[in-house]
């Protein structure tokens, strides 16, 4: 089945830096990748995905880049702030039958003001 | 429109009891999927069910056990507690089985002593 490896588990970064969590997944036939952000106590809630017919997608301060050859994936956010401390979970799966996502381990991600 | 809502919220259970979780999904979603959380494991999908049918399952033991109602609902189960199966439960909804986007729940956070 697929796997995903998620790093790092900790980042902890100043306001207004730039933030990036890799993901690598295993199987070639994985064609979508959700990230998802978990505040503390809260639910995760999808933040942004790609498919794999596009190789980078932005939506204001965050964007995810993929790279199908390598097999991995990533999510950047720029001018971080406070509010975007939690954790971030990727995804990949399949599209069909199989479209269970397989998650990585999580990133907590955390801003100091 | 609602959103996910999951029942009970928080739970104690003794080892060796039985639990049993509700799911109710956003109004036309048919997919329901269960993950457990704990920390430093990320998300772990237990089983997914579409139209009162499993449709996929994880790698959990025969414990672990669920349903859909006809009203596109969910229960899950977890006999014989033991210590290990303290988690956070959460349950996630799409309108189908092949879709890609999840809409999870708040979680029942289960703790057994």
């Known amino acids: 089945g697929e796997n995903v490896e998620q790093h790092p588990s900790t980042l902890s970064v100043q306001e207004g830096d730039s933030a990036v969590i890799k993901c690598t997944y295993s199987d070639s036939a994985s064609n979508y990748f959700p990230w998802y952000k978990q505040e503390l106590g809260k639910r995760p809630q999808l933040i942004i995905d790609?498919?794999?017919?596009?190789g980078e997608k932005k939506d204001q301060r965050i964007a995810v880049t993929l790279n199908k050859t390598a097999k991995h994936f990533s999510l950047h956010i720029t001018e971080t702030q406070p509010e975007d401390s939690a954790v971030y979970f990727c995804?990949?799966?399949?599209?069909?039958?199989?479209?269970?996502?397989?998650f990585g381990r999580g990133t907590s991600l955390i801003v100091h003001p | 429109k609602a959103g996910v809502t999951q029942t009970p919220r928080y739970l104690i259970k003794t080892r060796g009891q039985q639990v049993t979780l509700s799911c109710s999904p956003i109004s036309g979603h048919r997919s329901v999927s269960w993950y457990q959380q704990t920390p430093g494991q990320g998300l772990q999908f237990l089983f997914e069910?579409?139209?009162?049918?499993?449709?996929n399952k994880g790698n959990f033991p025969g414990r672990f056990s669920g349903r859909q109602f006809s009203n596109s609902r969910s229960e899950m189960n977890v006999s014989t507690l033991e210590l290990g199966d303290s988690a956070l439960y959460l349950c996630?909804?799409?309108?189908?089985?092949?879709?890609?986007?999840?809409?999870f729940g708040a979680g029942s956070r289960l703790t057994v002593l």
């Open positions: 069910y579409f139209s009162e049918t499993q449709r």
């Open positions: 996630a909804s799409s309108w189908s089985s092949g879709a890609n986007v999840l809409t």
């Open positions: 995804a990949a799966s399949m599209g069909g039958g199989s479209y269970i996502p397989t």
């Open positions: 790609i498919r794999s017919n596009v």
